[in-house]
């Protein structure tokens, strides 16, 4: 008896092992959504990689960096045209803050996002000893 309980729980075990590969497979394929409701439930789950992968390379990119070893722990990411508002209209900018490699904020801006020569001042955070 002791047996067919053990290769019951191998086989339940074997199961949920494939269940968990398949979403991790889906997740991996997955289309970023483009409405603005969608977008901000789901971009928190996509890294930077699968980011580029779907709206390319940012048009405006600026990193916050830890002094003196130069690692990016934040970073502030520029798109044009990618999102739609509930009326099918395009947002002109769509502002992606991160964390490390996840998207923590989403901000949808009607101009161009750029704020004059102040913009491409770089950003230095002391490093914690």
């Known amino acids: 008896m002791k047996y067919l309980v053990f290769v019951w729980l191998f086989i ?20 970023i959504p483009t409405m603005e409701q969608d ?12 980011i580029i992968e779907q709206f390319g ?5 600026d990193d916050v960096k830890v002094k ?12 044009h045209f990618i999102n739609t508002a509930a ?3 395009y947002y002109e900018t769509t502002e992606l803050d991160f964390i490390d490699d996840k998207v923590v904020m989403v ?9 004059g020569p102040e913009a491409t001042q770089q950003y230095e955070v002391p490093l914690k000893q």
């Open 107 to 115: 901000a949808f801006l009607k101009n161009d996002g750029s704020e």
């Open 12 to 31: 339940a075990q074997s199961f949920l092992i494939q269940t968990a590969v398949a979403e991790e497979v889906a997740s991996a394929t997955t289309v």
């Open 39 to 50: 977008f901000v439930k789901s971009i928190n789950q996509f890294t930077k990689a699968q």
């Open 68 to 79: 003196g070893t130069g690692k990016i722990v934040a970073s502030i990411w520029l798109y």
């Open 87 to 89: 009326d099918g209209s």
């Open 57 to 61: 390379e940012p048009a405006k990119a």
